[in-house]
């Protein structure tokens, strides 16, 4: 039978869990629109003797839904870097009359006036201005996607060494949680503070995470290298690389120092997006745009090599003929002295006609239907057209592969929400269930000393 | 069954209104612009043909304006052949008057003196400038074609072709008119006759008082100003042809432009009816999210 004693204890038990209870309670409202907060949930035991104790303070988690989240943050952040970068670089073809393929149709219709009357001077002029304003125009482009490129890359180095503070916080964090004890508010609060962590650095690298026996979490890159072990992290280095074009090249470097090149691995997250945008996507663009700048350089330089300027000389350039495919859009220009010399702009068909002719201007004009560009296959509108079509292609798509990677993101930000997220409503209903029994507790306690009071007035 | 926290809810509610006011400012951006497609990523294949379409229209503006510099020089050319045609018929009808042998040596000598004013008018003519070109110099437009002392100041022979310019898609005009064809004696056409020689000749004759000479001058002239007739009319034919690819530059720049608009522009109507629906939107994603913040259980 249990003693008048022994019903205290009990009441004092029951007031105790349950102003505990509360201040979990308390806790989750409070922290509602805390960024990370998972909900506590308090799990209750008898005591022997019949009393009430807190058997633990569970957290709310779902590692199934934490993956996915994780995954979708790294897509999209790596579509989300590309569409960014990709907006930046469209600018620059809009279709305009300082386009490209505008300032391509400014110096046919130019050289079309010029055939009027070769001999004029200010025609000529004009021809040439038209011309070295088609050379900037691919140098400019040039010029933007090296920009682009480089804004890339001076981002990768910011964010290598952001993942760097946050791989170090996650071994940090995941001896604390070794350390302790499960269950409790304290553990709990350190595996928030890892979520919170996880979640940062899954939106700038792709990681897939593993849950140790002990509590910690090995983190792995793609590829399977491990970035976090226990309460090591491996460190990302970003070192420019002449391979790249002096841009970053990301290595993993492991507590021993070791180090092993995992940029080709880095296709998810910001940085591996921008990575893709950088080494793939610009690239390519840039490789087209040059390609297009030697076709454009080599045809109207063997055509304009073959007339004579008014000085009755041929074998001249129109532009400065270009070494190589590669950089020539940055190098782009129309032939040394050109600019100075108007009369050595080569109208004229044979060196008889020099004055007035106009045969090598009508074959030059004749190269906008000829198959000069894209090796070969098409006209130069069309391989400026091609391309702008192209930029705005990979761009719409970025955007449209950002726009659903953020609906999916924010699906199973929803779902993790549903999984671990606080309820004002729950909450205060456990509050009023929890004051309740709290009220219950004080009742035994004042029903112990009544019962008290009359023993003692027998 | 799937919880919803607070928390989530407002998440939600942040996410429509902001994807409201985007819609929201693609729809003002479209109405501003006027244009459907104002950057590649609109509509990539429409930005592509829209390119394509303005090289069309550029080409088409400039096919104009060849086109029009060609029909000024043409003009220039063809007055000037009109003019020269003017001046052999006087001459001629010198020459049948002065023919009649009941004319005196004294009016010969006066017919002479006006037979050598035509000349000197016919060889301004065959000099006559297009701005600070010689119509009528074949290509080597900043030299005079024709010396009076000297005859001509290129090889008509060799150099009988006329500068072409391109009017059109594929389309070459000859812009000018011939010296060579019109004024000069070319072996390569048997029976041409050097214009202003003709006149010298009967100028000559007149002065000479030579009744049978001048006789035979009146075939002569008759022979050069139907040369220069003969140029005169295929200059007319070249305008010809380039009024029709004048007129069909026009016509294609107008087509151009109407299919390019129809790529890249925005429709008005339809433009300010989605500013209106995303306004719209905008409000009821609002007020929605005003509501749905609101009730819980802090409210009983």
């Known amino acids: 039978m249990t003693t008048l004693g022994g019903l205290l204890q009990i009441g004092r038990s029951s007031l105790a869990t349950h102003q505990a209870a509360i201040g979990v309670i308390s806790g989750n409202t409070a922290n509602a629109d805390t960024v990370g907060f998972a909900r506590r949930e ?41 569409a960014a970068g990709m907006s930046a670089i469209e600018a620059g073809f809009v279709e305009s009359d300082s386009g490209i393929g505008a300032r391509i149709d400014a110096m046919f219709a130019s050289m079309r006036t010029l055939s009027t009357n070769p001999a004029d001077l200010q025609l000529r002029t004009d021809v040439i ?69 996880l979640h940062e650095l899954a939106g700038l690298v792709e990681i897939s995470t593993i849950p140790a026996a002990d509590g910690s979490m090995t983190v792995l890159l793609q590829g399977g290298a491990a970035l976090v072990q226990s309460a090591t992290a491996a460190t990302l280095r970003a070192t420019p690389d002449p391979a790249l074009d002096g841009h970053r090249r990301i290595d993993l470097v492991d507590a021993s120092g070791a180090a092993l090149d995992v940029t080709g691995n880095l296709r998810g997250g910001s940085i591996g997006g921008r990575i893709e945008l950088r080494d793939d996507i610009l690239a390519g663009f840039a490789d087209d745009l040059d390609a297009l700048a030697f076709e454009l350089a080599t045809a109207f330089n063997g055509v304009h ?8 000389v041929g074998g001249r350039n129109l532009f400065a003929p270009p070494g190589a495919v590669a950089d020539a859009a940055a190098n782009f220009s129309v032939a040394a002295g050109m600019t100075d010399n108007p009369g050595w702009l080569a109208a004229a068909g044979d060196a008889a006609t020099a004055v007035g002719g106009n045969d090598t201007l009508l074959a030059l004009i004749a190269l906008t239907d000829a198959p000069i560009a894209g090796g070969g296959t ?52 456990d509050l009023v269930r929890f004051e309740r029994a709290y009220q219950a507790g004080a009742r035994i306690i004042q029903t112990v000393e009544k019962l008290y009071d009359a023993v003692l007035s027998l | 069954m799937m919880r919803v926290t607070q928390s989530r809810q407002s998440g939600l509610a942040l996410l429509a209104v902001a994807s409201a006011r985007a819609r929201l400012q693609q729809a003002q951006q479209v109405a501003m612009s006027g244009e459907r497609v104002s950057k590649p990523s609109d ?24 086109s029009q510099y060609g029909r000024s020089r043409l003009e220039t050319a063809e007055q000037a052949l009109a003019e020269s045609g003017n001046v052999l018929v006087r001459a001629r009808q010198l020459a049948i008057q002065m023919a009649n042998g009941t004319m005196s040596g004294a009016e010969r000598q006066a017919a002479a003196a006006e037979v050598a004013q035509l000349q000197r008018a016919m060889v301004d003519l065959v000099n006559t400038q297009h701005g600070d ?62 214009v202003v020689a003709v006149l ?34 295929r200059t007319g034919v070249r305008m010809e042809e380039l009024d029709r690819a004048n007129s069909a530059a026009t016509q294609a720049r107008a087509v151009y432009t109407g299919l390019r608009s129809d790529l890249i522009d925005a429709d008005a109507a339809e433009a300010f009816s989605r500013l209106t629906l995303a306004e719209n939107t905008m409000k009821a994603a609002v007020t929605v999210a005003a509501r749905v913040l609101g009730p819980s259980l802090l409210d009983t």
């Open chain 1, 42 to 82: 308090v799990s209750m035991r008898s005591l022997p003797g019949a009393g009430v104790g807190i058997a633990a303070v569970m957290r709310r988690s779902s590692s199934f839904v934490e993956q996915r989240v994780l995954l979708s943050s790294a897509r999209f952040g790596a579509h989300d870097a590309k």
């Open chain 1, 129 to 197: 201005a038209r011309a070295r304003s088609v050379t900037q125009a691919f140098s400019n482009g040039a010029a933007a996607i090296v920009r682009e490129q480089a804004s890339a890359d001076a981002a990768i180095g910011v964010e290598v060494a952001r993942v760097n503070q946050l791989t170090a916080a996650i071994a940090r964090v995941n001896e604390q949680v070794v350390g302790a004890a499960p269950n409790t508010l304290a553990a709990a609060e350190h595996l928030d503070e890892r979520e919170r962590l």
């Open chain 1, 305 to 312: 090599s073959g007339g004579f300027g008014t000085d009755g």
């Open chain 1, 378 to 429: 098409t006209t130069p509108g069309g391989a400026v057209a091609s391309l702008i079509a192209e930029i705005g292609r990979t761009s719409r798509a970025e955007n449209d592969a950002a726009l659903a990677a953020g609906t999916q993101l924010e699906q199973n930000h929803a779902l993790f929400q549903s999984e671990t997220g606080v309820s004002i409503d729950e909450e205060l209903i």
């Open chain 2, 43 to 66: 509509d990539p294949a429409a930005a592509a043909r829209g390119r394509l379409l303005g090289e069309l229209q550029a080409r088409a503006d400039s096919h104009l304006t060849t």
């Open chain 2, 133 to 194: 070109e010689y119509v009528f110099a074949h290509v080597d437009t900043r030299t005079r074609p024709y010396d009076p002392g000297a005859g001509f100041s290129y090889d008509v022979d060799a150099y009988s072709a006329i500068r072409e310019a391109e009017v059109g898609p594929n389309q070459r005009v000859a812009i000018g008119a011939s010296g060579s064809h019109a004024f000069a004696q070319r072996g390569a056409a048997p029976g041409s006759i050097d």
């Open chain 2, 200 to 233: 010298a000749q009967l100028q000559a004759n007149l002065s000479a008082n030579d009744a049978v000479a001048i006789q035979a001058d009146i075939d002569t002239v008759t022979t050069a100003f139907e040369q220069v007739l003969a140029e005169r009319t």
